[in-house]
């Protein structure tokens, strides 16, 4: 039987909303499996939210970087949050935001690229050395369109171009750079905000779209709903849910009266030509990373040679 711990149950209730005990009792019957327990209580109706669960932050920077009709994000990991307010990492993260704007975002090609007479993996293993801490380039993305736009926003910015979120938009337009851009920005920070999956529902992983299908299914199957009234209701439902994590249909932040999909059709007037999204990257540091969890004192025991 799964060990049931308060920190799972605190995860749980954070990114549900369900009370304590619900949480417990979602836990144990799932032994312990976060993304069921999750299910289980949505399928009750005990979660008012479905919040992605379990980000476990690793420490380091989001660096962002674009350059006209080219956008990079890349993220470098260390063991502390003081290494991300230090100024020879942030140099560092700076620079592989750099070598990727210009060889690409394989992680790779970016630690064999050579910057001055030295390469990029040379650069962090010197880094490492000088700083005391573990470094890792963990990955990085590119975006690039033929004519218009990429923009980006950085969140939680320690240092210009780096910090603990970083988005890159990619415009394609004709129209006015200078107002492609602000309209590009407008909608990194939207993304930074309201996190979308996906441009638009043929975009979303067919698991997923699938898993939420099953979820209201079966919610509703509970609560004794003829078959033919489900099948409605689960149609009605993704709607919704198209409207909570597709980009287009989300409701803009800058204006919730309009969706983004109307928001860009209405700034094309003032761009001076159609816009299309051509895609956008949104990564928050130390996503999906586990984190193991210390105990301080007990560290500062075994480091005593004490027990």
């Known amino acids: 039987m799964a060990t049931i711990t308060a920190a799972m149950v605190k995860d749980l209730r954070e990114s549900t909303g369900a009370g304590m005990m619900d949480c417990k009792a979602a836990l144990t019957e799932n032994a312990g499996d976060m993304q069921a327990a999750q ?24 660096g962002a ?6 956008g990079v994000l890349v993220e470098v990991n260390s063991e502390t949050d003081f290494v991300a307010r230090n100024e020879q990492f942030q140099g560092l993260v700076k620079m592989i935001a750099q070598v990727a704007l210009h060889n ?8 064999a690229a050579k910057v001055g007479d030295v390469t990029v993996e040379t650069a962090i293993s010197d880094a490492i050395a000088t700083i005391g801490e ?35 938009v990619a415009l394609e337009s004709t129209g006015k750079t200078d ?14 905000a ?12 067919p698991e997923t779209v699938k898993r939420e299908k099953d979820v209201l299914a079966d ?27 597709c980009l287009l ?22 761009v001076g030509g159609p816009i299309k999204i051509a895609g956008f990257v949104n990564y928050a540091l130390g996503e999906g990373i586990e984190k193991q969890e210390s105990d301080f004192a007990a560290e500062v025991a075994a480091a005593s040679g004490k027990k």
């Open 249 to 270: 249909d989300q409701a803009f932040i800058h204006d919730s009266g309009k969706s983004v999909a109307q928001a860009v059709k209405e700034a094309e007037g003032k």
């Open 194 to 205: 309201a996190k979308p999956l996906a441009l638009d529902p043929a975009g979303l992983d």
């Open 179 to 192: 107002e492609l851009a602000v309209l590009g920005r407008q909608l990194a920070m939207h993304v930074a």
């Open 219 to 245: 919610k509703y199957r509970q609560q004794g709903k003829p078959e033919n009234v489900i099948e409605k209701i689960v149609d009605s439902g993704l709607k919704t849910y198209y409207k909570e994590v």
């Open 39 to 62: 299910d289980w209580l949505r399928k009750k109706g005990l979660s008012k939210a479905a919040k992605k669960a379990g980000r476990v932050a690793a420490e380091g920077l989001i």
């Open 104 to 111: 690409g975002a394989d992680v790779d090609t970016i630690k």
């Open 134 to 168: 573990n470094m890792t380039l963990r990955r990085a993305a590119s975006l690039e369109v033929g004519k218009g736009v990429v923009s980006s926003y950085v969140h939680n910015a320690v240092v210009e171009g780096a910090g603990k979120i970083g988005v890159i």
């Open 65 to 70: 970087l674009t350059s006209g009709t080219k």
